[in-house]
């Protein structure tokens, strides 16, 4: 039952993001901050979320968070015998673009080698979800940047 609450809680605050556009500038005191409705699918429907077994010996995980914002993000990926990514899932603790671009990021390395996936950037991420410049940061926590420090273990 609060499950189900929360589930029309979250379209409900979705479905005012999609329409406050329409709204006349007039009737909102503060600026309205809006999402792409890439953004907002990713975030009501997350791709990937969860864990995979971290004991296994093709399983890596990442851990890295956003101190701009204290977004937190656990990601894990597993690699097949050729060193293809063939699952990833994730955890994020943060606003919705962090959580949308975990999203994101796992769909676009499955399939990649790890040195591939390593070739994303998080602007690439923010464009395809066309976070704004202020929601950049967001998109930084999902990757594996090299000015970030992760803790990444076999």
């Given amino acids: 039952m609060a499950a189900a609450g929360a589930g029309r809680l979250r379209r409900a605050a979705s479905t005012l993001l ?3 556009p329409r709204l006349p500038a007039r009737e909102l ?20 979320v969860g864990s995979l077994d971290k004991t296994s010996k093709n399983v890596g995980t990442g851990l890295v ?5 204290g977004d ?16 990833a899932r994730f955890k994020t603790f943060g606003c919705g673009s962090a959580i949308a ?22 602007t690439d991420i923010a464009k395809e979800l066309c976070l704004p410049p202020v929601k950049l940061h967001c998109s930084k926590s999902v990757l594996f940047p090299a000015e970030k420090e992760i803790l990444f273990s076999p």
Avoid: F
């Fill in 72 to 87: 937190v993000m656990k990601l894990q990926i597993q690699v097949d015998e050729k060193g293809k990514i063939v699952d």
């Fill in 18 to 20: 999609l329409r406050s």
């Fill in 101 to 122: 671009s975990s999203s994101l990021a796992t769909e676009w390395v499955k399939g990649k080698t790890v040195e591939e996936a390593l070739n994303i950037k998080n």
């Fill in 29 to 48: 005191s503060a600026p309205a901050r809006l999402y792409h409705k890439k953004v907002v699918d990713h975030y009501e429907n997350p791709r990937n």
């Fill in 65 to 69: 968070g956003a101190p701009a914002c």
